[in-house]
Each structure stands twice: as C-alpha cells, then as structure tokens.
C-alpha cells in the first residue's frame, strides 16, 4: 500500500518534457531585427528575447528559441559573441504563439552569423 501511495505521489509531480519544434512552430521563415534584450545558453534550449521597432499597438518583444547550450558548445559557438545589447537580424520558423520564433540564423553587427551548424563570418 505504501508503494503504490508512493508511486501515485511521485506521478503527481510536475514533469519538464522536451518537445518538438514541429508542434510549436510552422514552416514559415519569418525575419526579426532589434536589440538582444535577455539570454539563457541553458538546456534543453536556448532563448534570446530581441526587442525590435514594433508599428504602434504591436508588441515589440519577440522569443526566440534555439538548440541546447550543449549543441552550440560541440558546433564550436563563442557563447560569450552574443551578449545582451547586441544588435542582431534573425530568421526561422514562426512560432504557432505570437511572437515566437526557432532560430535558423542570426547576423551580428560585426558579421558574425550564428545557425545551427555552428558560426561563420560573412
């Protein structure tokens, strides 16, 4: 009885789940300028908010979601090239949510270009 007691407890509790980039972002490529606003290299994927110069009553702030901070260490990515304030122009999948959208390239100002097979110059 314990056991089972046990069990139904430990499946109550809350469960981080990866999920599929299919489910939350379409095929459309879509293309974002603006500021870095905030960053987390963490896993299971990393985030960039960009701030960008939205039409009025449009909401300036868009997510942008990436691969693992594990995926861009074994590609060779400087994590320390992108910091907040860094002006950047990104492209990807839209996001099924409102300003959302999968990273598939990001420019720097110094022509550094992040995708996901790592970084190159332009």
Do not use: C
Not at 29 to 57: D, L
Not at 91 to 110: P, Q, W
């Amino acid at each position: 009885m314990r056991l089972l007691l046990a069990a139904l407890l430990l499946a109550a509790l809350p469960v981080q789940a990866h999920h599929s980039t299919a489910t939350n972002f379409t095929q459309e490529i879509i293309e974002i300028s603006g500021t870095i606003e905030q960053i987390r290299f963490q896993n299971p994927h990393t985030s960039f908010v960009v701030k960008t110069e939205a039409a009025p009553g449009q909401a300036p702030y868009w997510l942008v979601e990436s691969d693992a901070r594990s995926t861009f260490q074994r590609k060779g990515v400087d994590l320390g090239a992108v910091a907040a304030g860094s002006q950047v122009k990104v492209s990807g999948r839209k996001g099924v949510r409102a300003n959302t959208l999968f990273l598939r390239d990001m420019a720097l100002e110094d022509g550094t270009v992040f995708t996901s097979s790592g970084t190159g110059r332009d």
